[in-house]
């Protein structure tokens, strides 16, 4: 079992960059597939991004293509989400998520394992 907890998040102006975190607690983090998935008012819960156990595999949505960066280190249990160029259609609640194996998957049934959100937005 996993359990995860963000943080980071805020509000930031159109253009600028920040960054969230998730820690994990659970000895097995470093098997785990793990992503982010947002979610804004009104809308379905949508991946962003997944990155498998080694980082040496990542998945991202085409919406933040180029902006966004996904990372992991296994030694401290943490998968980190680096937001560039943010837009306003970028806010959303953020959350962590992880399966402990299989492929990239997209699908938010897919994981297991959530954190509680943290809340990101963008002005204009």
């Known amino acids: 079992q996993v359990q995860l907890v963000e943080s980071g998040g805020g509000l930031v102006q159109a253009g600028g960059s920040l960054s969230v975190s998730c820690a994990a607690a659970g000895s097995t983090f470093s098997t785990y597939v793990m992503a982010w998935f947002r979610q804004a008012p009104g809308k379905e819960r949508e991946i962003v991004t997944a990155?498998?156990?080694?980082?040496?595999?990542?998945y991202y949505a085409d919406s933040v293509k180029g902006r966004f960066t996904i990372s992991r280190d296994n030694a401290k249990n943490t998968v980190y989400l680096q937001m560039k160029s943010l837009k306003p259609e970028d806010t959303a609640v953020y959350y962590c998520a992880a399966r402990s194996d299989g492929p990239l998957y997209r699908g938010r049934a897919m994981y297991n394992y959530w954190g509680q959100g943290t809340q990101v937005t963008v002005s204009s």
């Open positions: 990155i498998s156990w080694s980082g040496q595999n990542t």
